[in-house]
């Protein structure tokens, strides 16, 4: 069973910076692709990024490009979600997620049903 431990998440000022990690155990890393997800309360659980699992393919929701970055190392069976220049709007609680399957397309890589595998998120919150 693949396990999903994210690490990170705090207070920040707008601004500023994070960077959010996500150990796995239980399984082969290098054969999932990875997401990073978030959610605040009352509404849907929101795509941030995706990354592929050899790294090489990356795909971004609108609201993160230009700021968010996501990276892997296989070595460390860890994903990163490197976020920048953070807004009050990005407060939300983050969720790493692992997908048992070929890469695919954006429109399916962000959605959470593309993934099997679920972290227990990690509280990020930035004041104004």
């Known amino acids: 069973q693949v396990q999903l431990v994210e690490s990170g998440g705090g207070l920040v000022q707008t601004g500023g910076s994070l960077r959010l990690s996500c150990a796995a155990s239980?399984?082969?890393?290098?054969?999932?692709?990875m997401g990073w997800f978030r959610q605040v309360p009352g509404k849907e659980r929101e795509f941030v990024a995706a990354?592929?699992?050899?790294?090489?393919?990356?795909y971004y929701g609108d609201s993160v490009k230009g700021r968010f970055t996501i990276s892997r190392d296989n070595a460390k069976n860890t994903v990163y979600l490197q976020m920048n220049s953070m807004k009050p709007e990005d407060t939300a609680v983050y969720y790493c997620?692992?997908?048992?399957?070929?890469?695919?397309?954006?429109?399916?890589?962000?959605?959470?049903?593309?993934?099997?595998?679920w972290g227990q998120g990690t509280q990020v919150t930035v004041s104004s």
């Open positions: 990354i592929s699992r050899s790294g090489g393919a990356t």
């Open positions: 239980g399984g082969t890393f290098s054969t999932y692709a």
């Open positions: 997620a692992g997908r048992n399957g070929i890469w695919r397309p954006a429109q399916i890589m962000g959605v959470t049903t593309a993934y099997d595998y």
